[in-house]
């Protein structure tokens, strides 16, 4: 996928391990001793000259960052995680303080530049530290130094007014965070930290990821102790969950392999029951589940998407039947409605507009893929009619993902016949396309969302790239104002914290 970015576990390891031996730097030996995982842990060493790093670094800033260290087989720590900035780029990895060895794992620097700091190369270094704790880099190779100012703490991300990217080349996971008022970077806090496929909510100030096939489970991150992960829970291998909602103190998990709505301890993950939704599973689905999907709470009731779709064929997937969005009261985990769609194949979030008809729920069902066979259908959840309010056939695609700001306003991930995909501008009252903000391009576009100050941030998964972005655009005069980093993979997910 993208070789040139991600390095194979494996050889991150050989790399990360390879012995180095560790040599004197020039100055005072007295003042100056072997860097030690104490030394570096948490902290953030400004260089006003890389030259040790990389030849092209002479006479450039550069930030070096460390995370914690693990222990290794002995117990001792000895390995952690480090971001290296110049100039706009960075390179991620491992160093092994013994060896004082680093591990190159991601980079967007320019490999005709910087070949040094290019994935899977590793970097030999000699590491020392003197009274004040600046640090001391040298390579051996060319006797090249770097000194460092005192250290400080490792600048924190914030943990509101923030954008949480998730990230992927569809192999590795990780995510970053973005400032808001700054657009400042926080790239990679754990590179590989997230599975590859993965979607993520906000609840009570924590982070809930969605971790899908190949994973199945779900995982909380706190944003106030540095987005490390703070509880794990499987959800049953090969279940594949597709979304987590919140009510009456409980989470729910809804799995496209499993019939049974799982329903979790918010704070724990421990496991409180199921909800047996086997009985809406059509007698022509040969999967035997009714693929339970996407899942919104709107006043006190939570809503559960229904696919309807027969993976035992499959791809094309088969289309059993139009989808139904089923109702369950959170108090009593019952069932107290069902709501037959229009269309086939929901594949949108599930979303509440009350700009839309005086208040609707809306889904996009796309039926079939290069098909202009549907569209965004709005549900009136007091009465349980269904209309379609925008059609496929008026903005030119399958509508794989939207979001309504106004009565006039509203934004959608459009795909092709031929799979090109673009960001447009619609009018959600009239139905009809206003404007196109991006594309059409041939990079998917998995999500976008839009924040309290009027920004959308649109995820483009370009595989290409070696600078991967994240898109952001004003959504009053739908023109695009910037381009942020979204570290070393491709964004996939942009969720708020506000």
Known sequence: MMPRRTLAPALVLVAALAAVALLGCDG??????????????????????????AAALA?????????????????????????????????????TVASCSFAIAASTFDPGTFPELQPEETLPRECRVDAEGRL??????????????????????????????????????????????????????????????????????????????????????????????VA?????????????????????????KSAELLILDPDTLEARGTIDLSGFTKPEDLDGVPELYRMLVHEGLLYVLLQHLDFTTGFPVRRVAPGEVVVIDPASDSVVDVIPLNGTNPFSFLQFSPEVRGGRLLVSSVGDFGVLDGGIEAIDPATGSVEFVVTEAALGGDITHFQVISADKGFAVVTDASFLNALVAFNPTTGERLATLE????????????????????????????????????????????????????????????
């Open 28 to 53: 005072d030996e007295e003042a100056q001793r072997s860097a030690t995982p104490a030394d570096l842990s948490g902290r953030e060493f400004v260089f006003a000259d890389g030259r040790a790093f």
């Open 59 to 95: 006479g450039q800033a550069v930030t070096l960052t460390f995370g914690d260290f693990a222990a290794d087989g002995d117990g001792n720590p000895n390995t952690g995680p480090f971001s290296l900035v110049a100039a706009g780029d960075t390179a991620q990895g491992t160093v």
């Open 136 to 229: 001391q880099v040298r390579d051996p190779a060319t006797d090249a130094t770097s000194t460092s100012q005192p250290p400080s703490p490792a600048a924190a991300p914030p943990t509101t007014e923030v954008a949480f990217v998730l990230t992927s080349d569809f192999a590795t996971g990780s995510y970053s965070v973005i400032d808001l008022a700054t657009r400042r970077l926080f790239a990679d806090i754990v590179l590989g930290g997230v599975h590859s496929d993965a979607l993520a909510r906000a609840h009570q100030g924590r982070i809930y990821v969605v971790n899908r096939l190949g994973q199945d489970n779900i995982q909380i991150l706190d944003p106030a102790q540095g987005y490390t992960t």
């Open 232 to 256: 794990q829970q499987s959800v049953e291998p090969g279940s594949n969950p597709q979304d987590i909602a919140f009510a009456a103190g409980k989470a729910y998990v809804s799995r496209l």
């Open 439 to 498: 594309g059409p391009r041939d990079d998917f576009m998995p999500h976008f969302a839009v924040n309290r100050r009027g920004e959308l941030y649109l995820a483009v998964a370009d595989l290409e790239t070696p600078t991967p972005e994240v898109l952001v655009f004003d959504t009053a005069s739908d023109a695009e104002i910037a381009r942020v980093r979204s570290g070393a993979l491709p964004p996939v997910f942009v969720l708020f914290l506000e």
